[in-house]
């Protein structure tokens, strides 16, 4: 499984999905070496690499937690990215429980 953390510079919420991604490994019995961080500065990199705002996962090369209606062609940005913790609440990552689901998901397709 190949996992990357697509981040602007100095993105603050960059450290915290990969804290939360280690420990989801982690609670997951899984090694926590081999994630590709990658920096990105500009838009054509954004839309390259899949990047929807900053911080990204990609789980091979697919982001888990894309908006299901946004569909393909998305648009790409290098802007804050913001996501939903169960209670509805905001929050600059997934939560642990939500990336050990997304790991999960991924293992099974």
Do not use: K, W, Y
């Not at 961080?37 to 990199?45: A, C, P, Q, W």
């Amino acid at each position: 499984m190949e996992l990357t953390i697509l981040a602007v510079p100095d993105c603050p919420n960059a450290p915290l999905l990969r804290g939360r991604l280690d420990e989801a490994l982690a609670g997951l019995g899984r090694p926590v070496e081999g994630i590709r961080e990658v920096l990105v500065t500009d838009g054509e990199r954004a839309e390259e690499l899949g990047m929807c705002g900053s911080p990204t996962l990609l789980i091979d090369g697919v982001d888990p937690f894309a908006d299901p209606f946004a569909g393909p062609g998305r648009p790409a940005g290098l802007s804050c990215r913001l996501f939903r913790d169960a209670s509805g609440a905001l929050c600059g990552a997934p939560t642990v429980d939500q990336l050990r689901g997304a790991l999960r998901a991924a293992e099974q397709q």
